[in-house]
T-cell receptor
């Protein structure tokens, strides 16, 4: 069963920040938030994950609200190559099972 | 460089035939997974393995089987292919750790006629 809710699609202008929201109101205390993306016809690619604190890596930033019921993935300077389907996943640590859902299709516009 | 490969990349078969899709990873990961992806469903977990001789059923395991005789390979077998199994199949692997970063293969597009 889906534990997350994401908008089906979003557009973003090239060079601008892309902010992808995700609701996970039933998240449990030991469940992580993961983000993956899938560029057309390729296998999914891990982006970032977090538990409570905001996280940043070379690809993106993850902002998790204090109550942990929602999060936002931020791509600081979107490029055309960031056009993909982005999946927000809630997963219990150590469970090793990812439920992908249908994600958000992000289109970066020139 | 370490990688995960799938073969064949494209396969056309007939209903009732046995089909095996190969997955090979060189990261020495203990955990391996098979997913299928259909329009409107995202990725759905078929089977997974946490190590040699270990296999587990996922969300959509009916009609599929896997075996894990070594760390590097997790072949997926369709015992008697059905048209409903026409899909894109992705293999993934991950290491034993406190978080779940899975590395995915390029996928196999299977058509069952």
């Amino acid at each position: 069963d889906a534990k997350t809710t994401q908008p089906p699609s979003m557009d973003c202008a090239e060079g601008r920040a892309a902010n992808l929201p995700c609701n996970h109101s039933t998240i449990s205390g030991n469940e992580y938030v993961y983000w993956y993306r899938q560029i057309h016809s390729q296998g999914p690619q891990y982006i970032i994950h977090g538990l409570k604190n905001n996280e940043t890596n070379e690809m993106a930033s993850l902002i998790i609200t204090e109550d942990r019921k929602s999060s936002t993935l931020i791509l600081p300077h979107a490029t055309l190559r960031d056009t993909a389907v982005y999946y927000c996943i809630v997963e219990q640590t150590g469970a090793n099972n990812l439920f992908f859902g249908t994600g958000t299709r992000l289109t970066v516009i020139p | 460089d370490a990688e995960i490969t799938q073969s064949p990349r494209h396969k056309i078969t007939e209903t009732g035939r046995q089909v095996t899709l190969a997955c090979h990873q060189t990261w020495n990961h203990n955990n391996m997974f098979w997913y299928r992806q259909d329009l409107g469903h995202g990725l759905r977990l078929i089977h997974y393995s946490y190590g040699v001789q270990d296999t587990n059923k996922g969300e959509v395991s009916d009609g599929y089987s896997v075996s894990r005789s070594n760390t590097e390979d997790l072949p997926l077998t369709l015992e008697s292919a059905a048209s409903s199994q026409t899909s894109v199949y992705f293999c993934a692997s991950s290491e034993d750790s406190s978080y779940n970063e899975q590395f995915f293969g390029p996928g196999t597009r299977l058509t069952v006629l």
